[in-house]
């Protein structure tokens, strides 16, 4: 992943993903869940990937289309 290429911010979303895990308040884990978002957002950017809602569909595994 991307966000591996920065130590900072891989160490801050590995932190961020263990206080999620932990936090109990609803507003806390919003924006934990914002800033995990924000991190994965710039790391799929940086590798090129677009993002959902950006012209890009999810695929499901085992989807069939046509």
Excluded: N, W, Y
Excluded at 59 to 64: E, M
Aim: aromatic share 0%.
């Amino acid at each position: 992943m991307a966000v591996e290429r920065h130590p900072e911010k891989a160490a801050r979303l590995r932190a961020l993903q263990a206080r999620a895990e932990l936090v109990s308040d609803a507003d806390e884990a919003r924006r934990i869940a914002v800033e995990i978002s924000s991190i994965r957002a710039g790391a799929a950017a940086e590798a090129g990937i677009p993002a959902v809602g950006a012209g890009a569909e999810p695929s499901v595994s085992g989807a069939r289309t046509g």
